[in-house]
């Protein structure tokens, strides 16, 4: 399948597209791209390139947006070998520490890192934002001493690197890890300054960049700890049912494995939560008569936790970016959050046949598994058919619309915030300053550059009011 590259907007002031810059410095004999590119497929450069028996016209694909053609060469067969990559993967050279440089779902190799969004995406594993930091094992950091926050002093060859210590459960032991793509001095008001350059780890041998080397050794510094912005400090479900899972094959047994009915307990005794209700009358609008409610699923069996949804929500809603001092104070304002569940060595079950006391068991259950599993959830607004926040409102500035759709009206907000102490899911946000056109948050809301990304169909909101996910592609609370 192929597609036609089309441009999003069009150039801004007297500028150029990178491509056309490539063109001229080649001395390509057509500089324009848009030419350039319909020529190349005029001239059948992807049949001769791909084995395509013909190219259709310009104008069909354009119109139609992609192009379905049909291969003759066959499929290109796989010729490597599994099991000595899985060797090559479990082998570990002897000898001081290995250090390992990877690149974070958000910024990447730090070609994008003055992109404010990126910087405050949480990392999916981590949960961190606005730095880089070195990874190791807690039973590494438990041998060496060291504790979250720690500065330490990491070593590999002539190159000599300082940085907060992050306790990362499930990383192998004697490993160290640092994100590239942060450090940077020149990138950009958003970019500069943020973390350290972890590229001159880095190797080179063979005609090619090692991103993993052995050999390295950190010391303990004398240094104040570092305080590093994170969006989630509970690491585990500590035994509760917050991500329901079962296996296929007990999923095929009984579609309900692993959603079991539970029942709670209410003034009318132990209910179901259907049966469950804060108010002793059914009232509120839309339950006199059947309607039509919005609703949206999530599988979580293909959430990897990458963060996507998150920047899109944010672009498309123009929430705001705050900064790492605010998001170390958990004033992070993402309209979608997804949360990062970790296994536990210790349960019931375990707790019961070592004898365990609950206090202990719940202090347990508080730490990570050393090679733990990991879950990903998202939660954003529920629309909950008796909204608590809604009831809490003395203003009336969160409403239910009739076909189930929890809404805000930004402007009758007094910004009591109610309503966010009265959440069960913690989806609300609220705006203790103005973002837009203030200098101490300079990051996309303040010059005309910035403002040009802002959805005009969607407020942008002031300081003192309470916000949260409106749009109705959240709504997935179907009656």
Known sequence: MFSLVQPTIQKLFDTKQSQELFLLWSDAPVTDYHEFLMQNWRQGFLATAT???????????????VWNGEVTESEPAFVGNVNDAASAIGARKSGGLDIVVYEKAGIG???????????????PVSKICWDNYFAIAPSMAKEKGLVQGNIIEVKSGN?????????????????????????????GKAGNKVGMNAYPLLTFSEGTFNYTNSGASLNKTVEADYTLATTQSHHT??????????????????PKAGNEEEKFHSYKGKVSAKELDL???????????????????????????????????????????????????????????????????????KAHEQ???????????????????????????????HAPCETVCPVAATTHSEDGLNMMAYNRCVGTRYCANNCPYKVRRFNWFKY????????????????????????????????????????????
């Not at 917050?242 to 094959?249: C, G, R, Y």
């Not at 839309?286 to 999530?298: E, K, L, V």
Request: with cysteine; charged share 20%.
């Open 279 to 349: 108010w002793a009358t059914k009232d509120h609008p839309g339950f006199d008569r059947p309607i039509n409610a919005w609703g949206m699923s999530i599988d979580l069996n293909s959430c990897i936790g990458c963060g996507a949804c998150v920047v899109a929500c944010t672009a498309e809603n123009n929430v705001p970016v705050v900064g790492k001092e605010e998001i170390q104070r958990s004033r992070e304002m993402h309209w979608i959050r997804i949360d990062r569940y970790y296994t536990s060595d210790m349960d019931k079950e």
């Open 436 to 479: 837009s056109d203030n200098p101490q948050f300079d990051y996309n809301m303040n010059n005309d550059y910035g403002k040009m990304v802002l959805n005009p169909d969607v407020i942008v909101r002031s300081r003192g009011v309470m916000e949260k996910m409106l749009n109705v592609c959240s709504a997935y609370s179907i009656w």
């Open 355 to 385: 004898g365990v006391g609950k206090l202990s068991m719940y202090g347990f259950m508080e730490e990570p598994a050393e090679n733990p599993e990991i879950v990903f959830q998202p939660v954003m607004c529920q629309h909950c058919n």
């Open 51 to 65: 084995g395509m028996a013909s190219v259709p016209a310009w104008e069909k694909v354009l119109q139609e947006g």
């Open 159 to 187: 190159v000599t690197l300082k940085g907060p210590v992050l306790l990362q459960p499930g990383q192998a032991k004697d490993t160290i890890a640092v994100a590239a793509g942060y450090g940077r001095t020149n990138s």
């Open 109 to 123: 190799n730090g070609r994008h890192a003055n992109n404010p969004w990126l910087q405050e995406l949480p990392d």
């Open 237 to 254: 479900m500590m035994g509760r049912a917050i991500v329901k899972e079962t296996t296929l094959e007990e999923y095929i047994k009984d």
